[in-house]
């Protein structure tokens, strides 16, 4: 399963950003291998809509749940529409809040 985490870094060893559309990366971890993918996150300097933004860019890369500190309403609501389960509250590393999956 690909699980978005919001990231300070572009590790796994990375913290957990508490903020999902301003996060500096988006690390896609696929959870049966632990191979990942990192992406820098675009939306980050956004004037507004960066929530919004950084949903299309998770969307469009097959992800199932989302794991961040916190969404903003309109980002909660797009990633709900898109069917991405999500879990706030996250932090650790990357790699710790995979593993508790």
Known sequence: M???V???ADSLDAPVDPRFGRCPYFIIVDSDTM???VIPNA???AMGGAGIQATQIIVSKGVKVVITGNVG???FQALSAA???IITGAYGTVRE???KI
């Open 73 to 75: 309403p309109n980002a």
């Open 83 to 85: 069917g991405i389960k």
């Open 97 to 99: 809040v995979i593993e």
């Open 35 to 37: 191979q990942f993918e």
């Open 6 to 8: 919001s990231s300070t």
């Open 2 to 4: 690909k699980i978005c």
């Open 43 to 45: 939306a980050s300097g």
